[in-house]
């Protein structure tokens, strides 16, 4: 199947530090999403993004689809305690068979707080 | 509303059993799928469904049997446990209409097979 190339894997974070991260594929997306993970939780949604080159922003958190719809990325300003927790993005290709509007999923980026 | 629920929430089993893990979602979602999560892989999709009677293979569907008898409900079959099968299986389940990311997910069900 399609494959998420998602980084950096964990990263450990201070309050107040503004936070990156990205995903890559081979192949092109027509949706990019980004889920977060609370321990014992299932992923909740964070941003959708829907067009190549959209810039969506959810109060401290900015996600972009990249242009060539083969990447995004996710930025967290300003980090806070609560913001620790897995991230994932996934993405959902363009659709031949794909009645199910399967989604693939990156490997996770974890989030830690620095001792 | 109690949205995606997922019993139970951690089994063991022994190599060779079998189990059946629920998922029921009161949101009246026509889609609802299975997903395992396992360190650095992300999540995968195992089977789903876009309505009551039918129901698809996804990713890895190998080990593992689903039915759609209702709306409400999706329960993930395995016949005959093995080791490889140890992982956190989550839920999901959308509108038909919901743009496709839209999933709302279960807390998990945490198996182990010795």
């Known amino acids: 199947g399609q494959q998420l190339n998602q980084s950096p894997q964990s990263m450990f974070i201070q309050e107040g530090e503004d936070v990156s991260m990205n995903c890559t594929s081979s192949?092109?997306?027509?949706?990019w999403l980004w889920y977060k993970q609370d321990p014992g939780e299932g992923p909740v949604l964070l941003i959708a993004?829907?067009?190549?080159?959209e810039l969506t922003s959810n109060g401290r958190l900015t996600a972009q689809f990249g242009i060539t719809r083969k990447d995004s990325f996710l930025n967290i300003s300003a980090s806070i305690p609560s913001d620790v927790g897995i991230y994932f993005c996934?993405?959902?290709?363009?659709?031949?068979?794909?009645?199910?509007?399967?989604?693939?999923f990156g490997g996770g980026t974890r989030l830690m707080v620095k001792p | 509303n109690a949205g995606v629920t997922q019993t139970p929430k951690f089994q063991v089993l022994k190599t060779g059993q079998s189990m059946t893990l629920q998922c029921a979602q009161d949101?009246?979602?026509?889609?609802m799928s299975w997903y395992r999560q396992d360190p650095g892989m992300g999540l995968r999709l195992i089977h789903y469904?876009?309505?009551?009677?039918?129901?698809d293979q996804g990713e890895v569907p190998n080990g593992y049997n689903v039915s759609r008898s209702t709306t409400e409900d999706f329960p993930l079959r395995l016949l005959s446990a093995a080791p490889s099968q140890t992982s956190v299986y989550f839920c999901?389940?959308?509108?038909?209409?919901?743009?496709?990311?839209?999933?709302?997910f279960g807390e998990g069900s945490r198996l182990t097979v010795l």
């Open positions: 999901a389940s959308r509108r038909a209409l919901a743009l496709s990311g839209e999933l709302f």
């Open positions: 192949s092109i997306f027509n949706t």
């Open positions: 993004l829907y067009k190549a080159g």
């Open positions: 996934a993405g959902q290709p363009p659709s031949n068979n794909n009645a199910g509007n399967m989604l693939t």
């Open positions: 949101m009246n979602h026509e889609y």
């Open positions: 469904s876009v309505g009551a009677g039918i129901t």
